[in-house]
């Protein structure tokens, strides 16, 4: 759905954000007025380090021994990586949500870049002095109101019905999701013809589509590409190494690596909703 942009990194990841309109734009009183040309002061930028994820596969020449055949050491060794590359997906899934806490750089987490008041800071943007910056956030009791809450949420992200920055997915854990198709008809929740089609499976929102995952929880995030982005290096994303061999040991090794960071732009765009 476009969120993950691949970049080449440098020491840090750097977004500009378009914080304001133009405050010089006016109505000409006449034809020949004299303009402003004071510096236009409209972009600012947000900064993130970059977080490290790695995912170390290692096995024995017992193992080895065990599967004779060329053809099962092949497919014992694409078992291995396709093993390694789902762990490494999930705990970015993992981390999507929740900051990781690893102790160096960690992976930002919409925990923390999305948050139930807007406050806190973010790309080095303290939120609390630069008010323009906090997210939208709400909240619903049940059932009963959670379709509101979702619609005043939503259309307070989009700022307009033509806006090229409305949400374009909802993302949580299974049980809000699950709330939330309960409450519907039948024709409200799904995503065009294609998806009704392919079997009712995809459940939207104002022309939104709303997927859970087994790592979310109860909060429901509204979300848009253009200003939350999963950034990944260009060259070092699910990086398969060479093989080597573990030092003094019949063992041998590769690690599955990427260098990303979870950013936000126009964090006012995104919505935090929970239920109280």
Same mark, same amino acid.
């Not at 236009?40 to 930028?45: I, P, Q, Y």
């Not at 599955?256 to 935090?272: K, P």
């Given at each position: 759905m476009g969120f993950i942009s691949r970049e080449p990194l440098g020491e840090t990841i750097q977004v500009p954000i378009d914080y304001r309109s133009n405050p010089? =734009? $006016?109505?000409?009183?006449?034809? &020949?007025?004299?303009?402003?040309?004071?510096? #236009?002061?409209?972009?600012? =930028? $947000?900064?993130?380090?970059?977080? &490290?994820?790695?995912?170390?596969?290692?096995? #024995?020449?017992?193992?080895?021994s065990k599967t004779p055949s060329e053809n099962a050491k092949i497919v014992f060794t694409r078992q291995l990586i396709e093993n390694g590359l789902a762990s490494h997906d999930d705990l970015i899934e993992q981390y999507l949500f929740t900051t990781s806490t690893g102790g160096g750089v960690e992976v930002n987490g919409l925990s923390d870049l999305v948050t139930s008041d807007g406050t806190g800071t973010v790309g080095g943007i303290i939120s609390g002095t630069e008010t323009w910056f906090k997210n939208v956030f709400d909240s619903f009791i049940d059932g009963s109101d959670m379709e509101a809450a979702m619609t005043e949420l939503f259309d307070s992200c989009s700022k307009g019905s033509g806006e090229a920055n409305m949400p374009t997915m909802l993302l949580s854990g299974s049980a809000s999701h699950a709330l939330y198709e309960s409450q519907l008809q039948s024709m409200q929740r799904f995503v065009g013809v294609d998806d009704a089609d392919s079997g009712f499976k995809t459940l939207a929102f104002k022309g939104a589509k709303y997927i859970f995952s087994h790592r979310g929880g109860t909060i429901v995030y509204f979300l848009s590409p253009k200003n939350l982005k999963v950034v990944v290096s260009s060259e070092y994303f699910r990086d398969e190494g060479d093989v080597q061999q573990v030092n003094g040991q019949n063992a041998f090794y590769f690690l599955?690596?990427?260098?990303?960071?979870?950013?936000?732009?126009?964090?006012?765009?995104?919505?935090?909703l929970f239920q109280a």
């Open positions: 010089d =734009a $006016a109505v000409m009183t006449g034809d &020949q007025d004299t303009a402003s040309l004071v510096k #236009t002061e409209v972009l600012t =930028a $947000a900064e993130y380090n970059i977080a &490290q994820l790695n995912v170390p596969i290692t096995w #024995t020449k017992g193992d080895d599955v690596y990427s260098a990303l960071q979870i950013v936000v732009t126009n964090r006012w765009r995104l919505g935090h």
